[in-house]
């Protein structure tokens, strides 16, 4: 009666034992400021561990693996353990999505986690700890050229990040500013430089950051979004180590600059030209005859420019008119413009291509050019002077005296004759189809099922075949990770901890292929008695043990991107002979 009570408490230990894989993280709600724990735990010792993508969070830190095995009472316990540290880039409601590891063939997924992301919240502070703050050393600010600027007068937005007592080693954007209503323009940095200026009464270092150059395109409240940013700073501590020398710790600042409101002025209305069409700013209006004098078959350029400085690229000029005799074409616009604080300055210029049809002298009318002086806040005209075309040779044009023959009735056409060329009567044919029923394609899509039939009972066959090879299924499945992982590998050849994360599942997806063992299995002596047994080379052998010992090492040791470059080509290398030899 014993022996069979031991059988069933065996039986039912078996059945607990079950695969347990999970996620669990430190806190579900958390400050924008505030740092994330969450520990991926097995209960086996799982292969290809797949992390999730972590949208809206930052790894700070991370994988750490941990590893332990106990064996109380009889009963052996197994864990792994990936760590990892996160800082959220956003706030509202996050989801962390599912890892996923294989086991004796399936996959198992961890149940995905919502974190809540607050705004930043204040942390306590050590009173024991007399160390610098990142809080009163570090500012964004976003200073404003013009807080009440007309519609279209550019107005210059700087984002200056001040800063005192402590070190700044990186920083990233967390929400770029939204200009809406404005037409917006980067100027470029090409280097940042630090400078010395006061701030709240203070000296302070700064480093300018961004410029922009905006006009805004209507009146009113219009509300400028805030810049904000993620920085690296080393603080001073309160520690010294043991050559008397300041411990600077590494510490983490999220700053914003403010979101800004401008106030925009519209444009008066009185005085206002008909023809006005938005331009701000300071200009000359030139319209300018490549030539004026010319024979049958030439063509003239009619430029029309507009030079000085204002919103350049936000207003049209005006288009020319000319007589009937001359043949104008579409006008090809050109800019010359650049964009600096002060906004922008150049010239644009539309180009008309005019063909002169018949003999005689022929007037561009002048033109005019409305804008809105800044200086002088009135409204401004430019007149151009009258263009004389002037067409020596070529047909007289006949269409006047014809004109003059009319009102005096003669030459009359009779609407009859007028409309002779439009043909008046339509004979409609009929086209003849022929019936689908009894055509070819109706007997080719009859049959075509009867056909394809013998073709699906070899595929089921053959499909039946392949699932039932259980062995050869997961050799297959092997050579598909090896590679998998290898090109992986390849990508995040800049990154060193990915890389040699991959490169060594790359390996032993590949010893699992080759020699059909599992992970329990690779033990260092039985790889290498196995890759003998397949007639290896035991210098390749040990060059591969050597290799996947060397990837857990090489990635918590510094290395160069050459050292890394080596040791992808150096496993490209070992595995190719030792397919070879196998």
């Known amino acids: 009666m014993k022996r069979y009570l031991i059988l069933i408490l065996i039986s039912f230990q078996g ?15 958390l400050g924008l400021n505030e740092r994330l724990r969450i520990d991926f735990a097995m209960n086996i010792d799982g ?14 830190a991370g994988p750490s693996q941990q590893v332990s095995q106990s064996w109380v009472n009889g009963r052996s316990s197994f864990e792994k353990i990936y760590s990892y540290y996160l800082l959220p880039n956003q706030k509202g409601n996050l989801v962390i999505k599912q890892a996923t590891i294989e086991y004796n063939g399936q996959v198992y997924k961890t149940s995905p986690i919502k974190i809540n992301v607050t705004a930043a919240v204040e942390q306590p502070k ?18 404003i050229s013009k807080m009440n600027p007309y519609v279209n007068e550019p107005i210059t937005i700087v984002y200056k990040l001040y800063f005192t007592n402590v070190g700044i080693s990186n920083f990233r954007e967390l929400n770029k500013p939204k200009y809406n209503d404005f037409w917006s323009q980067n100027i470029e940095i090409k280097q940042l430089v630090a400078e010395e200026g006061m701030f709240k009464g203070e000296n302070y270092r700064y480093v300018v950051l961004k410029k922009t150059v905006l006009y805004p395109q209507k009146a009113g409240k219009l509300d400028i979004e805030p810049l904000s940013m993620d920085i690296d700073v080393q603080l001073p501590s309160n520690r010294r180590d043991v050559f008397g020398r300041m411990v600077l710790t590494e510490g983490n600042k999220r700053v914003s600059a403010g979101a800004k ?3 925009v002025k519209a444009l008066p209305e009185k005085g206002r030209p008909d023809d006005f069409s938005g331009a701000v700013g300071n200009f000359d209006f030139k319209v300018t005859p490549t030539k004026t004098n010319l024979k049958n078959g030439e063509s003239l350029d009619l430029i029309v420019s507009v030079t000085g400085k204002g919103n350049m690229k936000l207003f049209s000029l005006p288009k020319p008119v000319v007589p009937n005799a001359l043949e104008m074409y579409d006008a090809v616009h050109n800019e010359q413009v650049n964009t600096s604080l002060s906004g922008m300055s150049g010239k644009v210029s539309d180009t008309y291509t005019i063909v002169p049809q018949y003999k005689g002298n022929y007037p561009v009318k002048p033109m005019q050019f409305s804008y809105f002086d800044l200086a002088t806040k009135t409204y401004k005209t430019i007149t151009s002077a009258e263009v004389m075309v002037n067409v020596l040779e070529g047909p007289t044009d006949t269409r006047t005296v014809e004109n003059q023959n009319s009102k005096n009735g003669k030459n009359k056409i009779s609407s009859l004759e007028q409309f002779k060329f439009i043909k008046l009567k339509t004979n409609l044919i009929s086209r003849a189809q022929d019936d689908f029923f009894g055509s070819q394609l109706f007997y080719g899509l009859l049959f075509l099922p009867f056909l394809l039939l013998p073709l699906i009972v070899l595929f089921k066959k053959k499909k039946e075949a392949i699932d039932g090879d259980v062995v050869g299924n997961r050799i297959r499945r092997n050579n598909k990770l090896a590679k998998k992982y290898l090109s992986e590998a390849k990508k995040q050849i800049k990154n060193k901890e990915p890389f040699y994360v991959a490169l060594e599942k790359a390996m032993h997806n590949f010893l699992k292929a080759k020699l059909h063992i599992e992970t329990a299995e690779m033990s260092k002596d039985n790889i290498k008695e196995l890759l003998l047994g397949k007639n290896a080379s035991p210098e390749g052998v040990n060059d591969f043990i050597a290799l996947t010992e060397n990837c857990e090492i090489a990635r918590y040791a ?11 080509d150096k496993a490209v290398l070992i595995i190719s002979e030792l397919e070879k030899q196998i």
Not at 21 to 29: G, I
Not at 126 to 143: K, M, Q, R
Not at 558 to 568: G, K, L
């Open 15 to 29: 059945l607990l034992a079950q695969v347990q894989f999970e996620a669990k993280v430190s806190k579900t709600t």
């Open 126 to 143: 050590d009173p024991n700890d007399t160390s610098v703050s990142a809080d009163n050393n570090i500012y964004l600010v976003a200073d």
């Open 47 to 60: 292969d290809n561990f797949n992390e999730p993508s972590f949208d809206g969070f930052r790894v700070i």
């Open 558 to 568: 510094p290395a160069s991107s050459a050292t890394i470059q080596q040791d992808y």
């Open 261 to 263: 409101t401008i106030t």
